[in-house]
């Protein structure tokens, strides 16, 4: 018996890239586009309605932007949380990170290759994050240049410090550089297998839904910055 294929919803407001998308992604043999959504609020219906596996998301979206309508899908007051791939360019860096605040398991720049995003695709449909390293780095430090530390960053930086032990902080800076478990193991000299172990406590401790939510709440406290 083979698996089910993978229900894919495109939600973008370009026709062209809706195109473009819907090609990529009905050429995979593991895949179905079960939906098209040319605005956010279109999205969230469209979401609700046909329960796909993720959700290939766009930021810039009328009616309802694709931060709001991934809040509205992912958010903590979702139900039933979905999973959503966020495709953007650099020079729209802010909305991604408004975009993982609000509940998105990952992102992917729109000119990534063919066979990236229907692997992007695949990597949040098994309920993995997806922070590409090649990618993050780049985009983690734009994204770091906003967040300075503030009032609020101290209480949730004394938090994080309390929960975790010093190994599994010095697991979240390196995940929060934008680090994939076999790089993380060999700057700690641990097994990928450790590594994934100290991150699936660190998620359960903080109470965090994937390793993109880490990243933005060591961000948020201050835990880490870009120019660390």
Do not use: W
């Amino acid at each position: 018996m083979t698996d089910a294929p993978i229900k894919v919803l495109i939600c973008e407001d370009q026709e062209l890239v809706r195109a473009g998308y819907l090609t990529i992604f009905s050429a995979q043999p593991d895949m179905e586009v079960v939906g098209e959504a040319a605005d956010g609020r279109a999205a969230v219906e469209a979401a609700r309605r046909l329960r796909p596996d993720v959700i290939v998301m766009d930021i810039r979206m009328p009616i309802l932007d694709g931060i709001e309508a991934t809040r509205q899908l992912a958010g903590p007051g979702a139900t039933a949380p979905a999973k959503v791939l966020v495709v953007t360019t650099f020079n729209v860096d802010e909305y991604v990170y408004e975009a993982l605040k609000a509940g998105a398991s990952g992102f992917l720049l729109k000119d990534a290759p063919p066979a990236e995003l229907a692997n992007g695709v695949r990597t949040i449909a098994r309920g993995d994050s997806l922070l590409a390293p090649a990618v993050t780095r780049t985009l983690i430090g734009h994204i770091a240049d906003r967040l300075r530390p503030s009032a609020t960053s101290k209480p949730a930086r004394d938090r994080i410090i309390r929960a975790l032990t010093a190994r599994e902080l010095e697991v979240l800076e390196q995940l929060s550089a934008g680090l994939s478990n076999a790089e993380i193991a060999g700057r700690l000299f641990i097994a990928p297998e450790t590594v994934k172990t100290y991150i699936s406590r660190i998620l359960t401790k903080l109470q965090l839904r994937d390793r993109v939510q880490a990243v933005v709440l060591a961000y948020q406290a201050g835990l880490v910055r870009g120019d660390d």
